[in-house]
């Protein structure tokens, strides 16, 4: 079956990664950017690392057959610096178009501090003056309820933010309802240790539905499984789901949501319609 990795740092993955995903029925892959597991310290690493994503790490994936999407940003845990968020928010607009970007993220928060709100916002800002969707990274553990609460609340109270070009990473069952309520899309990340499990990630399906709703890796540095989105396939045939709704979720869905990206530039293997969520 085909299917989408919707949010993984394939910088941080070997290449035989591409190779297992590509045989598991890997089409495309969407990589935002993110913390590399240490403090970069200059807006010049940050470009360094824009053209990685951007340019070297399409060609590296489409060895394989892999599509490569990228999304730009300052991460919520750098975003403490305020300085340098500033320099790396400026020189954000020099690579929104190169090929595969498909908006502004992961942004959000960490430890929900007023220095991560602050970033936050300039970011969003940004999204908006350049039409960009936005991918929004929410807190681990003990932050994660607090942070997505303010998160919402942020992007609800601006009047020019389209729920339907936003998605909420990283929701839990605690978490996921009102961002689906607000009208954002959801991704539900499968991880070995703390997020979510395959299983997990299959009941909220069933008590939630299948629309605005994606699972992904999220697989980066640390201990992750690239290989977690087709565990959530098997999991869900294990429970009796049909293809159909298998393959919503795991290829229809990101490719609809990312089709709304000013520069989505992907001739998917099969074709997803351009329809807008409310109309199904
Ligand atoms: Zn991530």
């Not at 394939?10 to 495309?28: K, L, N, P």
């Not at 309520?181 to 991704?187: E, L, N, S, Y």
Request: aromatic content about 10%.
């Amino acid at each position: 079956m085909f299917y989408v990795e919707p949010h993984i740092h394939m910088v941080s993955r070997i290449t035989d990664d591409y190779v297992r995903m590509a045989r598991c029925g890997c089409v495309a892959v969407s990589e935002p950017a993110f913390w590399a597991g240490f403090d970069r310290g200059s807006a010049a690493a940050f470009a360094t690392y824009f053209r990685q994503l951007t340019q070297f790490e399409p060609k590296r994936a489409a060895q394989f057959g892999i599509h490569h999407f990228s999304w730009l940003c300052i991460n919520a845990k750098e975003a403490e610096d305020v300085a340098l968020s500033r320099e790396v928010i400026s020189i954000i607009p020099e690579y929104l178009d190169q090929p595969g970007v498909l908006g502004i993220g992961e942004i959000g928060l960490n430890k929900n501090t007023k220095n991560e709100v602050i970033i936050f916002q300039e970011q969003v800002e940004l999204a908006m003056k350049t039409d960009e969707l936005i991918l929004v990274h929410t807190p681990h553990l003990e932050d994660k309820y607090k942070g997505t609460r303010m998160i919402l609340d942020m992007l609800t109270a601006d009047q020019r933010v389209k729920p339907e070009r936003v998605i909420i990473d990283h929701v839990e069952e605690h978490t996921i309802k009102p961002a689906l309520d607000a009208g954002f899309w959801v991704g539900m990340t499968l991880y070995p240790t703390t997020k979510c499990t395959p299983e997990r990630a299959v009941d909220m399906v069933g008590r939630y539905g299948r629309e605005r709703i994606m699972a992904n890796s999220a697989g980066d540095w640390g201990v992750s499984n690239p290989m977690a989105t087709p565990d959530f396939i098997r999991a869900l045939r294990a429970r009796g789901h049909d293809n159909a709704t298998i393959h919503k979720l795991v290829y229809e869905n990101p490719l609809r949501f990312f089709m709304q990206a000013r520069r989505f530039n992907f001739q998917p293997p099969l074709p997803v319609a351009r329809q807008r969520t409310e109309d199904e």
